[in-house]
């Protein structure tokens, strides 16, 4: 039997008959024909035909598996379904079963399923099972339902883990929330401050937009300006360039009295971006009194100040602007 076919048995349970009805009436009497019957949709089938097909070289044909796993799980019997994930050791084979069962958990066919999937991801001990689970998070409405998992996940003793759980936050506010789920943001920036790992810290704070979040978050995310590492101040200050207009004062005022004694060139190339980014054109004065403060910022500085006289008003295009007004120069 063809993939295809097989993919189709596994969806549906569907039995397919190709049979012209003039040969049929020719060569087949009527009392001979066979009776069709349904089959129904098994866990050890369909996680054999998925173990096998995950070595295919056709990631087309890989991804389509994978979607008839999770077209399926909301007819799956949820016992079998949860044995096999609880015995499976296999990452690539949790990672398919825990999506799964987070399609159960979203569909409302079992809306504690992605309990189960959140407990692996912090408590199997195995680190490449534990970040599997994470992975199979990504791009849902986890981070609303799994309460302070993410925290946790970024105390994790694995950098892989760690890192997962961090892409899983960048991802979930920008695709599913697209910046403008307020405790996302907050949850991110949560997870954020609560890491050990300045690397994944750094990832988090500099991919987020940060227009939705909320003044306790911000009040952290000041706090970050504060940390040891560069890398992390740098992503902090960039993070600060987006807060909702309420906190921009408070934002602005810390970027420019952080600018005089900060000594790290990037991080002084952060502090002067979320400047111009909270201010616009109204910054172009502050920025001029920092432009003494460090010669060598001179001309970072004075392509902002070109940038933001040029009257654009869309962010995206400003930076694009600002490196235009670089490379001229």
Known sequence: MSRYLQGLRAL???????????VTAQSTPSAAKPVLQGESCSVRGLMD?????????????????????????????????????????????????????????????????????ARRALEDRDPS??????????????????????????????????????????EDNEHVYSAHHGPATDMAVNAATASTDPKVTAKILESLDTRKMGPEAGQKLLGMLGHESAEVRRSAALALGSVPAAQMGPAREALVGMYRGERDTGVRKALVQGIAELGFADAVPELRKLRSVDPGMAPEIDAWIRALESGVQEWGLLLREKQRQQQVR
């Open 12 to 22: 549906g349970g569907l039995t397919l008959m190709f049979a012209s009805p003039v």
């Open 49 to 117: 035909q998925l173990r096998q097909g995950m070595g295919s070289s056709s990631k087309a044909y890989r991804d389509y598996l994978q979607a008839v796993l999770r077209e399926a799980a909301v007819s799956l019997p949820s016992g079998e379904l949860h044995a096999a994930f609880d015995r499976e050791t296999d990452p690539v084979m949790v990672e398919q079963l825990a999506a799964a069962l987070v399609a159960r958990s979203e569909r409302e066919a079992e809306k504690d399923a992605i309990q189960t999937v």
């Open 129 to 170: 099972v534990r970040a599997a689970t994470v992975r199979a998070m990504r791009r849902t409405g986890a981070l609303e339902k799994t309460g302070d998992m993410y925290e946790r996940l970024m105390r994790d003793g694995s950098p892989e883990v760690r890192m997962e759980a961090a892409k899983n936050l960048i």
